[in-house]
């Protein structure tokens, strides 16, 4: 969606390795997330932003870690890539509360083997 | 935690005909908002529909309306005159405004027969 993009789009990697995706906006929104989608589960939070240097961690945080240095940009670190995390992982971005509603952006396949 | 549960893992319908996909959630907070979102093939996420709790007129948006049902918490959308361009996953997620986190439902697989 335009204002927010992921990198990269599709991703093999292989056990062990470490991952790091990135979530980039242009809307200046506040708040900034990494959401995993599983057959089955929908979409479930890993981990999400409410400002430079401040995060905080999701119903499925273990195996991952996050870092915000700039308001822009988001990354998803995947320390030592398991096949339990391939999934296709989305980022969202939001104004706040008061806005409501995520835009998302086009999400990364991401298959490790 | 907050649950939301979508029960119709797939749904079809005929072109032009109605269909509803129903959500189901979970809270104690009184003040909230519901969201439908749209997953084409292609993967992107779509707002369709929103709903905030305190209003007890139900959002539409075109051929796509909401039965907000506060006290059964239940939240179905309805799609009328369905159209091809309507098959995709739909998923079903609340958000506490005392929160800012989304829960989502596991999706509701939409095919439209021609």
């Known amino acids: 969606d335009a204002g927010i993009t992921q990198s990269p789009r599709h991703k093999v990697t292989e056990t062990g390795t470490p991952v790091t995706l990135r979530c980039h906006q242009t809307?200046?929104?506040?708040?900034m997330y990494w959401y995993r989608q599983d057959p089955g589960h929908g979409l479930r939070l890993i981990h999400y932003?409410?400002?430079?240097?401040?995060?905080d961690k999701g119903e499925v945080s273990d195996g991952y870690s996050v870092s915000r240095s700039k308001t822009e940009d988001f990354l998803l670190t995947l320390e030592s890539a398991t096949s339990s995390q391939t999934s296709v992982y989305f980022c969202?971005?939001?104004?706040?509360?008061?806005?409501?509603?995520?835009?998302f952006g086009s999400g990364t396949r991401l298959t490790v083997v | 935690a907050q649950t939301v549960t979508q029960s119709q893992p797939e749904m079809s319908v005929q072109e032009a005909e109605t269909v509803t996909l129903s959500c189901t959630y979970d809270?104690?907070?009184?003040?909230?908002?519901l969201f439908w979102y749209k997953q084409p093939p292609s993967r992107q996420m779509i707002l369709v529909i929103r709903?905030?709790?305190?209003?007890?007129q139900n959002a539409t948006e075109n051929r796509f309306s909401v039965n907000f049902q506060k006290a059964a918490k239940s939240f179905s959308l309805k799609i009328s005159d369905s159209q091809l361009g309507d098959a995709a996953m739909y998923f079903c997620?609340?958000?506490?405004?005392?929160?800012?986190?989304?829960?989502f439902g596991t999706g509701t697989s939409l095919t439209v027969i021609p």
């Open positions: 809270t104690s907070e009184s003040d909230y908002y």
């Open positions: 809307e200046n929104h506040r708040y």
């Open positions: 932003s409410y400002g430079v240097k401040d995060t």
């Open positions: 997620a609340y958000l506490a405004n005392t929160g800012n986190q989304f829960y």
């Open positions: 969202a971005i939001s104004a706040g509360r008061a806005v409501g509603g995520y835009t």
């Open positions: 709903q905030e709790a305190y209003k007890q």
